[in-house]
C-alpha cells in the first residue's frame, strides 16, 4: 500500500494487513509490532483502541501479549523461533565480523526471518552486503572465499541450508537504490527489517535515504529505523575503490565460473553494479499468499 493509497485505507484494514503477513510466517505480533508494521501513518493509541474493537467483532485473536489471526499455536512457534534464531546470529555476526575486514566491504547485514528473530531450525542465514563503490565483484569474490573458509557458505543447488551462509545480496556504496521491479511491500519488510552486523552502520542509514518509497509502504517502521541508526561518516562512498583492472578481472572471473556451473549471477537489468543472488526466491510466492490471505479476511 503505497503511501498515495494510505489515506484510503482504514486503520482496521491496515492492522489486519499486519497481521496477515505476520501470519504467513507463523509470527504473531505485541501491540507495539503492530504499529510498528502498520502500512499506514496511526498513532499507537488509534492502534491500540482499533486492536481493541477488532478483538470485540471476533476478527482477530490475543494471547498472552500478542495477537493474531487464528491459531494460538503461533505463540508456541514464535518462542522456538526466537530461541533458534540466537544461535544461528551468533553464526551470522561472527561470519559478518570476518567478511567486514575486507578493504572493499563497507556493510554486512542479515536480512529474511532471522533478522527479526523468526527463523527456523532448516533456515539458512542470509547476508546483506554493501561494498566500496567500485569494488562490487570484489567484495564478493572476497565474501565467498572468508565464507569458505569459515565452512558456512551454501552452494548453489544445496537442499540442505540449515545454518548455512546465503550471500543474497550486494549494493556498492553510492549505487543504494533498488529497481522499480523489487519495490512492493515484500521489499519494503526486508528492506526495514535488515539487522547490520558488521561495518559502517551510516551505510545502513544511507540505504533508507536513498530508498525513500519504503516510507509509502510502511511509514511507521521507515521513521522508527531511520531515527534509531547513527550518522557515521560514509566519506569513502564518494571514492571509488580503484585498481579497475582488478575489479574488472574479479566480474570476468565470476561471471566465467557462473557459466561454467550453469548457475546465473543476478544483476538488476538496468544497473550492473547490483547483485542479487537468492535459491529459492521467495518474493513472488509470499506475495501471492499475503493478497490470498487479504481476500480470505475482506470475505
Not at 537504490?177 to 535488515?194: G, I, N, W
Amino acid at each position: 500500500m503505497r503511501l498515495a493509497d494510505q489515506k484510503a485505507l482504514s486503520l482496521e484494514k491496515a492492522v489486519l494487513m499486519a497481521l496477515v503477513y505476520a501470519d504467513l510466517f507463523a509470527y504473531p505480533l505485541t501491540a507495539d509490532e503492530v504499529w510498528f508494521w502498520l502500512p499506514r501513518e496511526a498513532t499507537r493509541k488509534e492502534t491500540n483502541k482499533t486492536l481493541k474493537r477488532l478483538l470485540e467483532i471476533k476478527k482477530i485473536r490475543k494471547q498472552s501479549s500478542f495477537y493474531f489471526l487464528a491459531d494460538p499455536g503461533v505463540i508456541l512457534a514464535r518462542g522456538r523461533k526466537e530461541a533458534c534464531s540466537g544461535k544461528k546470529l551468533d553464526l551470522a555476526r561472527k561470519v559478518s565480523q570476518g567478511i567486514a575486514r575486507c578493504p572493499w566491504v563497507e556493510l554486512v547485514a542479515v536480512s529474511g526471518n532471522l533478522a527479526i528473530r523468526a527463523a527456523s531450525s532448516s533456515d539458512d542465514v542470509d547476508l546483506f552486503i554493501i561494498a566500496l563503490p567500485g569494488c562490487l565483484y570484489r567484495a564478493r569474490l572476497a565474501s565467498v572465499l572468508i565464507t569458505e573458509a569459515f565452512g558456512r557458505r551454501r552452494r548453489p543447488g544445496e537442499r540442505e541450508a540449515a545454518d548455512k551462509i546465503c550471500l543474497n545480496l550486494f549494493l556498492e556504496g553510492d549505487n543504494l537504490v533498488l529497481p522499480k521491479s523489487r519495490q512492493d511491500f515484500y521489499t519494503a519488510h526486508e528492506a526495514l527489517q535488515l539487522l547490520p552486523l558488521a561495518g559502517n552502520m551510516g551505510f545502513y542509514r544511507q540505504f533508507l535515504l536513498d530508498n525513500k518509497w519504503l516510507a509509502g509502504y510502511l511509514p511507521q517502521a521507515y521513521r522508527v529505523r531511520l531515527k534509531g541508526l547513527p550518522v557515521e561518516n560514509i566519506a569513502l562512498a564518494s571514492k571509488r575503490g580503484g585498481a579497475n583492472w582488478l575489479e574488472r578481472v574479479a566480474e570476468v572471473s565470476q561471471l566465467f565460473y557462473s557459466r561454467c556451473r550453469r548457475r546465473q549471477l543476478v544483476t538488476n537489468e538496468n544497473n550492473k553494479r547490483q547483485l542479487f543472488f537468492h535459491p529459492q526466491d521467495q518474493r513472488w510466492k509470499i506475495l501471492a499468499r499475503f493478497n490470498k490471505g487479504l481476500r480470505k479476511i475482506a470475505s
